[in-house]
């Protein structure tokens, strides 16, 4: 999605990864994945980066 201009935040992250846990029946809806989780997603995937849309030049 980065590539088409287009980022998730980490709460859209946090919440796709809980539903695709859920799919796989690895988590519940009433136990769902936190922030914490995803700094340690980045600690494990190190290129992965979180930046701050900007406005597009000209």
Do not use: C
């Not at 999605?1 to 859920?22: H, P, Q, S």
């Not at 995803?38 to 701050?52: A, D, L, Q, S, T």
């Amino acid at each position: 999605m980065a590539n088409l201009g287009y980022g998730f935040t980490i709460t859209e992250v946090v919440a796709k990864a809980t539903d695709y846990a859920v799919f796989l029946k690895k988590r519940t809806h009433d136990n769902p994945s936190s922030v914490k989780w995803f700094h340690g997603f980045r600690r494990r995937w190190p290129e992965i980066k979180v930046v701050k849309p900007r406005a597009l030049s000209q």
